[in-house]
Structures are given as structure tokens and as C-alpha cells.
């Protein structure tokens, strides 16, 4: 068995993960306070205190609207980064972003501070970011869809895609299929939550309705066997998250995980930390969480690593070298903790 400190050395890549839900609470108190925003509580230790997920999308909105301006943006987007590179040895990640949940900034300049963020973190720390603009279900197909206009627009290298995200009951993925028709003739990536606590089928439509190449989340599926024959012969990935899928799924946690079950049917999956502060986690904890259920080994553990790298929207010479310093230094890893061990 791995444990976590070993974990959080090795080199890491993440394709699930909310920007303005990797604020921490006391960031975005100040921020708040700054702008004069008004927040459920100015109380860091309840800030983040949700029943479920409605209560979480409130608060979740509450801190959207305390990222004002495109500074706010650069200072999330850095802080966000280099925490997760310090704490876990995070190398890569694709990070969503709500440009409709800041209807008074302008999505160019939205995009530029978050840029001017994710370009001084890796320089600063060697964490690769890129950018997917995340449709907010909840909001008109008109709205989505002058989204992404405005992606294709201002194109630029570290923005890989589109998504779809907030509460799965109030936006199914057919509303939208116009929208994901023109963000793929303009060679946008394309993925979308779906099936996080039920509904199964909004995975099979996320696939064939919106032509999705990925799914985050997709629990539900493991309880419907049409879907799920449905998304293996699709050989679709699951961008699963280890955390949240225990807070949606109490009843189902550890070795009963549902994204468990997803591996041992097949499914290609990576884990992912998600809206880590608001959760209590990072991306080192959502690998510990994993390699306890699973029993992962340190070669599991990196195994698990490369598949992230399958699946991420990058070009073929970056893919190799991320999994060329990932297997080094995942083999230097592993030789130092052999002296160690030797050592005792």
C-alpha cells in the first residue's frame, strides 16, 4: 500500500477541475469584501458548509460573483495552480471556468486575466494550465451559445474546449445541442457533466446528442447496464472525482465507490479534484482516497497518472513529454524510496 506522502510526490495531471471552486474560503471572503460582494457568511470555517447540491450551487454562485475583475481572475488562476504543484506535484491541468457567472466582465477579458495567471504559475512553478469555458445549464441555449461565439472568437492555444456544468436537472444536454454543433465544426474540444447522482441516460445523450469525448463525473451509469454497455462501446473517458463522489454518494464510499465499479466494468476514468477547497481536498488526497479503495502500488499509482494523459486535450509532442518526465521521475521516485527502505 502507497501512502500519501509518497502520493503527493508524484507527478500529477487533472482534466476536472472548477476554477472559481478552487478559491479558498478565505480568498474569497477578501475578495468578496473587496468588491463588495455579499457572501452567505464571512465565517472561513462554515463558508464552505453545503446539504447538497443546490445549497452548493449557492454558494458556489456567491463566490463567482466575488471574482469581479480580470486581476481577481490572474490572482485565483495563480493561486489555484501553484498550491496544487506544491501540495501535490501537480504538472498539467484543465480547468473550467463560468464566463456567464461574471455577466459585468467581458468574456476577453475575463479570459485575459485568467491567462495572465495560469502563464505566471507555470513559469513560476511548472504547472501546464489550460481552459475550458463551461456552459451553465441553468441558463438559456442563447446564452450558450453567444458563449460560444465568443470562444471561437478570441480563440487561443491554452483554451481546449467546451463544457457543460451546475445542476444536471435544470439543463439536459439536448437543449444545448446546437450549441455543442457549432463549438465542434469550430474544432472545440467537447465534454459534459452528466449522471453525477442520477440520470443515467443524460450520459448517453451527453455522447451521441452533443458528441461529448469525455464525461465528467457519470456515476449513475454503473446502475443502468444499457447506458453503461452503451459508454464502453463509445470508449468515452470519465473524468470522476474521488471526494464528491463520496459527498453525492454516502451510502457508497470506499471499496463500494461507484468510480470503482466503473473501473472493474472497463470504463477509462481518471480522478480529479474538482472544486477541491470547497470540498476539503486536493488533488494528493483524491489519489490517496483511490489508492486506498483500489490498493493501489506506486506502478498502479502511476499507471493511473499516464491514463489522465491519454485523455487530456493536448498535442501528441506535449503528451510525450509529460509522460516521459512523468515516468522518470515516477522511476526516480520509486528508487529513492527503495534506499529508503533499505535504509531502515
Not at 474546449?161 to 463549438?183: E, S
Request: aromatic letters at 6%; one cysteine or more; glycine letters at 6%.
Amino acid at each position: 500500500m502507497i501512502d500519501e506522502s509518497l502520493l503527493r510526490r508524484l507527478p500529477k495531471a487533472e482534466l476536472h477541475c472548477h476554477l472559481e471552486g478552487a478559491v479558498p474560503a478565505e480568498t474569497a471572503i477578501m475578495l468578496a469584501r473587496r468588491n463588495g460582494v455579499r457572501l452567505p457568511t464571512y465565517d472561513a470555517q462554515q463558508l464552505y458548509r453545503f446539504a447538497d447540491l443546490p445549497q452548493f450551487l449557492t454558494v458556489y454562485r456567491a463566490v463567482c460573483a466575488s471574482i469581479v475583475t480580470a486581476a481577481d481572475f490572474a490572482e485565483v488562476a495563480y493561486a489555484a495552480q501553484a498550491d496544487a504543484a506544491i501540495a501535490a506535484n501537480l504538472r498539467y491541468r484543465e480547468l473550467f471556468v463560468n464566463p456567464t457567472n461574471h455577466p459585468d466582465l467581458p468574456y476577453p477579458r475575463l479570459l485575459a486575466g485568467v491567462l495572465d495567471g495560469l502563464r505566471a504559475a507555470q513559469v513560476d512553478h511548472g504547472v501546464i494550465g489550460r481552459l475550458i469555458p463551461a456552459i451553465n445549464r441553468e441558463q438559456s441555449a442563447s446564452v450558450a451559445g453567444d458563449l460560444v461565439e465568443a470562444v471561437i472568437a478570441h480563440r487561443v492555444d491554452e483554451v481546449v474546449g467546451i463544457g457543460l456544468d451546475h445542476n444536471d436537472v435544470l439543463g439536459p444536454p439536448v437543449k444545448f445541442a446546437g450549441v455543442y454543433a457549432r463549438a465542434r465544426a469550430a474544432g472545440l474540444r467537447r465534454t459534459a457533466h452528466a449522471g453525477e447522482i442520477a440520470q443515467a441516460r443524460q450520459v448517453t445523450e451527453s455522447i451521441e446528442v452533443l458528441g461529448c469525448e469525455r464525461i465528467d463525473h457519470g456515476y449513475a451509469i454503473i446502475d443502468d447496464p444499457v447506458a453503461l454497455a452503451h459508454a464502453l462501446a463509445s470508449g468515452v473517458h470519465f473524468a470522476t472525482c474521488w471526494s464528491t463522489c463520496a459527498w453525492f454518494h454516502p451510502d457508497r464510499i470506499g471499496v463500494a465507490s461507484p468510480i470503482v465499479a466503473m473501473a472493474a466494468a472497463g470504463l477509462p476514468l481518471s480522478i480529479n479534484s474538482d472544486d477541491p477547497p470547497m470540498f476539503g481536498t486536493d488533488i494528493g488526497r483524491e489519489y490517496h482516497g483511490a489508492a486506498t479503495a483500489f490498493g493501489w502500488t506506486l506502478d498502479d499509482a502511476q499507471r493511473a497518472a499516464l491514463t489522465v494523459l491519454d485523455a487530456a486535450w493536448i498535442d501528441d509532442t506535449e503528451r510525450r513529454q509529460l509522460v516521459d518526465e512523468f515516468r522518470r521521475e515516477t522511476t526516480d521516485l520509486g528508487a529513492s524510496t527503495a534506499e529508503l527502505d533499505i535504509a531502515e
